[in-house]
């Protein structure tokens, strides 16, 4: 088990191929990581995760309001938590919402939020 | 167009899963940010490309053989490259080369590279 964890939630409605899921994938790894908001990891966290090796886990979610829950248990939490909306070039509508990325933060931490969800 | 891209070349011959390339796609974006390397993006491209929307691309490669024959055209260009070597806790063996990233560089220099490899 890695101490922390990067939890990435994607929407399984939208008819995303697997290189869409992919671009996705990396706007809400860079967001996470670059986060500034008010929900943000602290530096030592973010490092101690990067160090540790970026550990990763892909979940889904049927639908943007079943996302729209797991992003408010994470922000009730306190946990760091990016949405990621997509320019709609390609795939989707603009502005739509595709996925959300809770952490870098304690891995047990993200799992009482997102340890019922399937892997991708 | 996008004036700026980052392109994730990714193997297909190791039978990941669409969550797994998502975790590696992750990865190879966060490393293409913090490249240190001596082929690195300057931050005045890091930060272009950043603004403009991270304009990412997801390509495909058959094998370890032709993903290192791209690794080098990149690196003759003189274009930013990362490589992603898997820990192996999952689904392929520790330290296997599962996708690169080529960027964050301008549009037209990337797609010299990868400009005929089809999209993932």
Chains 1, 2 share one sequence.
């Not at 797991?70 to 009730?76: G, S, V, W």
């Amino acid at each position: 088990m890695s101490k922390y964890k990067l939890a990435i939630v994607m929407r399984t409605d939208l008819d995303m191929g697997k290189g869409k899921m992919c671009v996705e994938a990396g706007h809400a790894t860079l967001l996470a990581w670059v986060n500034q908001s008010e929900l943000h990891s602290t530096i030592e966290t973010r490092n101690a995760w990067y160090s540790e090796g970026q550990f990763k886990v892909i979940l889904k979610v049927k639908d943007a309001h079943e996302l729209m829950w797991i992003d408010e248990l994470a922000r009730r939490e306190g946990l760091p938590v990016v949405q990621v909306r997509d320019f709609g070039k390609t795939q989707v509508e603009p502005n739509t919402l595709t996925c959300i990325a809770i952490g870098p933060a304690l891995s047990e931490d993200v799992d009482k939020v997102t340890g019922t969800l399937p892997l991708l």
